[in-house]
């Protein structure tokens, strides 16, 4: 396994600092009593209204759920440890715990579902939308773009082989529409979308401000649908996040520009501007943009982190449908961070370096980390080998900096 040999290197051997109490999300406390919300939102709410609390009462922690393992375990210096132990149990959960619950995210462009499992787990849902081989129309904006359910499945398992660790873990599912969606929901607005097309197929489109309507609906064959199934983060209520303007932000617009694609010295002002202007924030925005980049993600233009850190944590890297669809471009504005600020973490250099060489070669080790989804194949061969060929670029613009 290349994957097992890439993870006993020394460079994913780098200790993070010592965990503090004051570093851990939750400090769980057995004398405090949840109850789950029954208005249909499926959100843990606190008697005491406290935000740094577990739903754990008095249960030992070796009883508790997966994904609430998961949550204890989030701290200041990453979402979950390289070697957890937890990771395949989770995911395995993902992928086949019982659906009790279907309803539909509210917001966002396009279709999502909020599924809820027995043990009070609960997992984001996002159904396949375009077959594997399928890539975006070069006309397409980005910001038109279809989200694809294998790209978040990509998205988790190359985040953690660049050793960020910044993406819930994400696993594929096969789910039958009728019994898992439909039969189950209390979305009156979701139930009311369901349809037979003409080809004797179960299809929803559900309500959202872009692709909800009859001529995008999503179809099974003839109930069965594939998706992604992310573990959700903590209710909000429990553990507030933060929201953040990405500076390299696009400007959304068909014609107009944003201000980094017009002013070469952009990079000096962030530097000037809070929380960049101290601490390791924008070196982490420069590895966002890496991950970005190697998915030819155009899409990133906010990122979160948990509140109770403050500036001083790692930046969540959610929402990575619109990465991957797109093969044969390479689109190089999105390593605009890095080539303005000439700015890179050593440790991710050296890992990128190493994911270059053929002992570890990066198109290797994702092949290998998806062949174990339910849904493998989950990337077109394509897609791998524009990897390499994008880890080169970057590499390439890392020696431009350094030449300078």
């Given at each position: 396994s290349k994957l097992a040999a890439l993870f006993e290197h020394p460079l994913y051997k780098i200790p993070i600092p010592?965990?503090?109490?004051?570093?851990?999300?939750?400090?769980?406390?057995?004398?405090?009593?949840?109850?789950?919300r029954s208005s249909g939102s499926d959100e843990w709410v606190s008697s005491s209204k406290a935000e740094t609390l577990l739903p754990t009462g008095k249960t030992a922690y070796d009883t508790y759920p997966t994904w609430l393992k998961f949550h204890v375990g989030i701290n200041r210096y990453e979402l979950y440890p390289r070697q957890d132990p937890l990771l395949p149990r989770l995911l395995q959960d993902l992928a086949t715990q019982r659906i009790i619950s279907s309803v539909q995210k509210s917001g966002g462009t396009q279709l999502k579902l909020i599924m809820t499992f027995p043990n009070y787990g609960q997992a984001l849902f996002k159904p396949m939308k375009q077959t594997r081989d399928q890539e975006t129309p070069v006309?397409?904006?980005y910001f038109s773009d279809f989200e694809r359910h294998n790209a978040e499945i990509a998205a988790f398992h190359l985040d953690r082989i660049l050793d960020f660790r910044r993406i819930p873990p994400v696993s594929g599912r096969l789910v039958n529409i009728t019994k898992e969606i439909r039969d189950i929901t209390t979305d009156k607005k979701l139930a009311k979308t369901f349809f037979i097309s003409p080809a004797g197929n179960i299809c929803f489109y559900g309500e959202c401000s872009y692709y909800c309507s009859t001529e995008h609906a999503i179809c099974g064959k003839p109930d069965r649908l594939e998706g992604s199934m992310a573990a959700l983060l903590p209710d909000k209520t429990l553990?507030?996040?933060?929201?953040w303007r990405s500076p390299w932000?696009?400007?959304?617009?068909?014609?107009?520009?944003?201000?980094?694609?017009?002013?070469?010295?952009?990079?000096?002002?962030v530097r000037e501007t809070p929380p960049y202007d101290r601490g390791h924030r924008l070196l982490d925005l420069i590895d966002m943009t890496i991950l970005d980049f190697l998915m030819g993600n155009m899409d990133r233009h906010h990122y979160e982190t948990f509140e109770k850190f403050g500036n001083d944590t790692f930046l969540l890297h959610l929402d990575n449908g619109r990465g991957f669809g797109t093969h044969s471009r390479d689109e190089l504005s999105i390593l605009a961070p890095l080539q303005q600020c000439c700015s890179i973490k050593k440790?991710?250099?050296?890992?990128?370096?190493?994911?270059?060489?053929?002992?570890?070669?990066?198109?290797?080790?994702?092949?290998?980390?998806l062949a174990a989804d339910p849904l493998s194949p989950i990337l077109a061969e394509p897609h791998l080998w524009a990897l390499d060929r994008r880890l080169g670029k970057v590499l390439v613009e890392v020696g431009h900096c350094l030449d300078r």
């Open positions: 010592e965990v503090t109490e004051k570093d851990k999300l939750f400090v769980v406390n057995p004398m405090e009593k949840f109850t789950l006309d397409f904006f553990a507030k996040r933060r929201s932000r696009r400007s959304y617009h068909k014609s107009k520009k944003a201000e980094w694609e017009l002013n070469p010295n952009y990079c000096a002002r440790s991710t250099y050296l890992r990128l370096q190493l994911l270059a060489t053929q002992p570890y070669r990066l198109s290797d080790l994702l092949r290998e980390a």
